[in-house]
């Protein structure tokens, strides 16, 4: 009986992942399947990426969108792999639910043209930019 429930609770946090998180694109976030241009080379690196690249050059090349500028302008503030302490990535959004366990992904920020850009990625690649002022850190213990 206690292997059902167990069962149950495991698929539930996973639909639940699936349908309010990362499971499917939305304007927000991007996803592996689409086509990125030419891989971009940051301007500088204040970080070390712990990022592969396909996920890193696209959020970069996202973050130079949103700021009106080349992809050689921007400057990585930080590319981190990191252990996130539910579903939300560290930035959840009012009236969503999302899985409560740890979840494995990327913790990108980035600077161009005097604005701030903080991403958010999962391990697959989808990604998406938590607005200013709403992000909360990974818990210190569980960065990588």
């Known amino acids: 009986m206690r292997t059902l429930s167990i069962a149950v609770a495991v698929g539930v946090n996973l639909a639940l992942y699936i349908a309010c998180g990362f499971g499917s694109p939305n304007k927000s976030m991007g996803t592996l399947s ?46 981190q792999a990191v252990v996130w302490n539910d579903g939300s990535f560290g930035c959840p959004e009012p009236g969503m639910q999302y899985t409560q366990a740890l979840v ?3 913790w990108v920020v980035i600077s161009a043209a005097g604005q701030t850009y903080d991403f958010r990625a999962s391990r697959d690649g989808s990604f998406r930019l938590c607005p200013q002022g709403h992000g909360r850190p990974p818990l210190p213990s569980h960065t990588q």
Request: glycine content about 6%.
């Open 34 to 79: 689409e086509t990125s241009g030419s891989t971009p080379t940051p301007g500088s690196s204040r970080a070390k990426s712990q990022v592969p690249e396909t996920i890193l050059s696209r959020i970069v090349n996202e973050a130079a969108k949103l700021a009106d500028v080349s992809p050689q302008q921007v400057v990585l503030e930080r590319a």
């Open 104 to 106: 494995n992904g990327y």
